[in-house]
Nanobody, 123 residues
């Protein structure tokens, strides 16, 4: 079992920045991938980024490459999503998720989820 607690988010103007945090606890993290997904009203949940805990390799959706950065702090068992140059289309509920699967781009592959946090970008 992996327990995820999110923090961060809020309202920001276009071009601004926000940082989301996800504190993880529970099972061993050695083979874990921790990712971020987002879901806008009326849309499906979509992949944003993921980080492989053991080697810190990262993967990003094309829509956020160059603007968002996922990172981890081993000592705090926490994953971060730094979001820069935010756009109104980034507005969504953001979810932290964890998986032991070997692929990471689809929400169905993640077994553990945080509570979600709202990010709203005004134009």
């Amino acid at each position: 079992q992996v327990h995820l607690v999110q923090s961060g988010g809020g309202l920001v103007q276009a071009g601004g920045s926000l940082r989301l945090s996800c504190a993880a606890s529970g099972r061993t993290f050695s083979s874990l991938a921790l990712g971020w997904f987002r879901q806008a009203p009326g849309k499906e949940r979509e992949f944003v980024a993921t980080i492989i805990w053991s080697n810190a390799i990262t993967y990003y959706a094309d829509s956020v490459k160059g603007r968002f950065t996922i990172s981890r702090d081993n000592a705090k068992n926490t994953v971060y999503l730094q979001m820069n140059s935010l756009k109104p289309e980034d507005t969504a509920a953001y979810y932290c998720a964890a998986t032991y699967a070997s692929t990471w781009y689809h929400s169905q592959e993640y077994n553990y989820w945080g509570q979600g946090t709202q990010v709203t970008v005004s134009s």
